[in-house]
């Protein structure tokens, strides 16, 4: 939507980028701006850049940029007018709305109030006669009652459209109900309630709103685990069960499980710093969750193959970044002559809190679990297995960053497979010259083709004449830097841009200022889309000095002029234009002959 120009312009003015910015990451002032490591993506060396004076971000890392309406879209999982709206409350101030927004808002809103409601019926159906075969599974969980209302637990009844009537009951529409994922529609047109029959576990997320619904059923029917779709208010790659309760906790980490009801167990045991993904793997919005609630995680995944396979994918997410990274690896539990998996609910139940405890504070670190990972798939009794392991476990201890921690690893390894340290050292610094050269290779490809390097990081926005738009990126930067290089008319038109995003930039940038307006990278939020303001607030990073600025606006739009004009005649067909040329070559020699 577009906010009236003086509400932004007081907005921007009461959000200072780096305020807002400080409150999600620690930042450091070095050189007359501040860097910190990206929220965006896992990184242990900063990357992450605010320059307080444009009012702007950029992460040389991962490539993402903008203003400070942009930072909050993209850390809160925001609209753009949810982001202002955002700000808005932060400074104190009202927001100007016509209807429609008005009423886009007011309907995220009804749709978490649904989610409330219904969260209250699961609730209150619980402590009925309908409730009974819910409590009863509580009891055999052994799950008690404070622990189930700390969690707001309920139960669904078996019925086809108890929630359905009594939210309609309550004044929501079927519309809301589809739209909150709590009811769903068959082929013939008829609504019936989503959940049936089942323990209902509550979402909610750092804020307190009710998001979504976990569930699990009664009996052994499947699925066994059902959660919400997708929905306006719900995005289960940014929400983590239990958060909203381990956030407060007094312990130094998070243990982060697969199960919603390994979170209540561990939450019930005393371990008030476990969470759950719904349903995914760990994905690097909920990475970015967690940074600004502790910087160390615990990885408890069942221990099996899926387990083994979901903390692997999550090392890998989390290699290089701010956490530090340990594994508790569940041991297997002996029923009846035979070793079976066991999550972190079966230990608590069987073992008891004081050996999870001691599990926990001997967890190992992603080096170890990873080495234990290649040992175990070789008899190091076997000479040429051993040899198998040495060469594969010298290459993952060569992506150690850390020269130390590298020797350390390289001695155990050396211990495990019954060789000298020395030879093991030999073996992983052939892998780590190795690595290095590879990456040597690959930073000369890029070195050698420099035009891919200039070229934008969507392909949507890839540039079709790079030397015009090289040229047309310098018009802005030179704009940006300096409104008085700005002439009495406009200089170009937009159709003479190569590149419709940065025409489209100019002509912005070229209103505000016609309309007298403040000429800055925050003008364009909320009309551009993420990709496209990262792009440009990609280009404005890159130097340009303003000395000699109009000799150098002069000279950028000669060149822009001079590729439109031919891209203009570009309709000839060049091979007939070059036919043509050798016709009027080879008639001229045969006159001169």
């Known amino acids: 939507m577009a906010f009236p120009q003086q509400f932004m312009d007081e907005l921007m003015a009461r ?56 930072f909050v879209m993209e850390e809160e999982n925001l609209s753009f007018p949810e982001a202002v709206r955002f700000l808005a409350k932060r400074a104190g101030m009202e927001v100007p709305e016509d209807e429609t ?27 009925q006669p309908e409730g009974q075969g819910v409590r009863d599974y509580l009891e055999r969980r052994k799950i008690s009652r404070p622990t189930a209302v700390k969690f707001g637990m309920g139960a669904s009844p078996d019925s086809w459209d108890a929630l359905l009537l009594a939210m309609t009951k309550k004044g929501y529409s079927k519309r809301e109900l589809l739209d909150a994922g709590l009811v769903v529609q068959n082929k013939n047109g008829r609504l019936y309630d989503k959940f049936r029959n089942r323990l209902m576990l509550p979402v909610i997320d750092t804020r307190g709103d009710v998001v979504a619904f976990g569930s699990r059923v009664l009996d052994r029917s499947e699925p066994k685990y059902m959660n919400s779709s997708e929905t306006p208010v719900y995005s289960k790659r940014r929400v983590l069960y239990g958060l909203n309760l381990a956030k407060k906790t007094k312990r130094p980490n998070i243990i982060l499980c697969e199960g919603n009801l390994d979170i209540v167990t561990l939450h019930q045991a005393g371990f008030d710093n476990a969470v759950a993904s719904m349903g995914t ?85 992603g080096v170890e679990f990873r080495m234990a990972q290649v040992a175990a798939k070789y008899d190091l009794s076997d000479d040429e297995a051993r040899i198998a392991y040495c060469a594969e476990v010298s290459e993952l201890l060569s992506s150690l960053p850390g020269a130390v921690e590298r020797e350390v690893y390289t001695v155990r390894a050396a211990e495990l497979a019954r060789i000298t340290p020395e030879a093991m050292k030999l073996e992983v610094q052939r892998s780590f010259k190795r690595r290095s050269a590879r990456e040597r290779r690959a930073e000369l490809r890029r070195d050698l083709n420099p035009a891919a390097s200039l070229q934008p990081k969507e392909r949507a926005l890839r540039y079709e004449n790079l030397r015009s738009a090289r040229a047309e990126e310098g018009v802005l930067r030179l704009l940006l830097l300096d409104e008085g290089l700005f002439p009495p008319q406009a200089p170009l038109r937009e159709d003479e841009f190569s590149s419709p995003l940065l025409g489209k930039v100019f002509s912005l940038l070229w209103q505000a200022h016609s309309q007298g307006r403040s000429v800055s990278l925050n003008a364009l939020t909320g009309v551009l889309t993420p990709e496209e303001m990262s792009h440009i607030t990609s280009v404005c990073q890159q130097p340009e000095s303003a000395r000699n600025g109009a000799r150098a606006l002069a000279d950028y739009i000669n060149i822009i002029r001079r590729e439109a004009e031919k891209r203009a005649g570009g309709d000839i067909d060049p091979l007939l234009a070059a036919t043509e040329k050798y016709k009027d070559k080879k008639g001229t020699g045969g006159k001169q002959s």
Request: glycine content about 8%.
């Open 15 to 70: 959000s200072d980028i780096v305020d807002v910015v400080g409150t999600y990451v620690p930042l450091v002032s070095k050189g007359g701006s501040y860097w910190g490591c990206c929220p965006f993506h896992s990184e242990k060396t900063p990357s992450f850049h605010v320059l307080q004076d444009k009012q702007i971000y950029y992460c040389f890392g991962c490539k993402k940029g903008g203003g400070v309406v942009n």
């Open 101 to 127: 927004d008005r009423e886009a808002g007011r309907y995220r809103q009804r749709l978490l109030d649904l989610n409330r409601e219904a969260a209250r019926f699961y609730y209150q159906t619980l402590q």
């Open 281 to 365: 793997a760990l994905t690097v919005e909920q990475t970015r969750l967690l940074s600004r609630f502790t910087k160390e995680l615990v990885l408890c995944y069942d221990n099996d193959n899926a387990g083994k396979i979901a903390t692997e994918r999550a090392l890998q997410i989390l290699n290089n970044s701010e956490f530090s990274v340990k594994v508790l690896q569940l041991p297997r539990r002996l029923v009846d002559g035979e070793y079976v998996k066991q999550d972190a609910d079966d230990f608590i139940k069987f073992q008891g809190p004081d050996a999870f405890e001691r599990l926990l504070s001997g967890s190992e670190n």
